[in-house]
């Protein structure tokens, strides 16, 4: 429960973010920026608790993984490989992984790494949420200068990509 002052300053947050929201910076945060400003517009407080009755939005449920964005991102940016025990939720087994990440991705509010298995010698997406036990290798990566994220997803549904083009079907 907030206080009438601390509501009346992130009243006042929201109100600076909505003037920013077509800034390219803030476009990353535009969806959330007017969710919060909606409810300030119609007068919704945190106690309100009538208004979800009326009015239902949409909440992003907490995903297992996401403490491990900061230590893939670092990965990310100083070239380094990642090793980990993926858990395959189909199979209920559990492997390592050897990964040299490249892009961590949200899809449908869940977390993902997409990196160079070493194993596998492909591209591989990997759901943050059956990562474990993840650490940072050591040894600096060689940089795959083929990966980019806009071609990599040219012709994808949803996470996972085939890289390949589309192909024409016809019906009858």
């Known amino acids: 429960n907030l206080n009438e002052e601390e509501w009346s300053a992130l009243q006042f947050a929201s109100q600076l973010l909505y003037q920013y929201k077509e ?38 449920v907490h995903t ?9 991102y670092s990965a990310i940016k100083n070239k380094q490989a990642i ?10 087994t559990t492997s390592a ?3 040299i990440p490249y892009l961590i991705k949200e899809h449908r509010n869940r977390w ?10 492909k591209y591989i997406t ?3 949420d059956r990562i474990e036990d993840l650490t940072i290798t050591k040894n600096k990566s ?4 083929n990966f980019k994220p806009d071609n990599y997803f040219k012709h994808a549904i949803g996470i996972t990509s085939g890289n390949t083009p589309p192909e024409n079907i016809k019906l009858r």
């Open 23 to 60: 800034v390219p910076i803030f476009s990353n945060f535009k969806n959330a920026i007017e969710r919060i400003n909606t409810r300030f517009a119609l007068d919704i407080n945190g106690n309100d608790k009538v208004i979800e009755e009326l009015i239902q939005f949409e909440k992003a």
């Open 64 to 72: 297992n993984g996401m403490d491990l964005i900061e230590l893939i």
């Open 83 to 92: 090793q980990f025990q993926y858990r395959n939720i189909y199979k209920k």
């Open 97 to 99: 992984s050897n990964l």
């Open 112 to 121: 993902y790494v997409i990196g160079w298995s070493q194993e596998k010698e």
């Open 126 to 128: 990997y759901a943050l």
């Open 142 to 145: 060689a940089e795959l200068i």
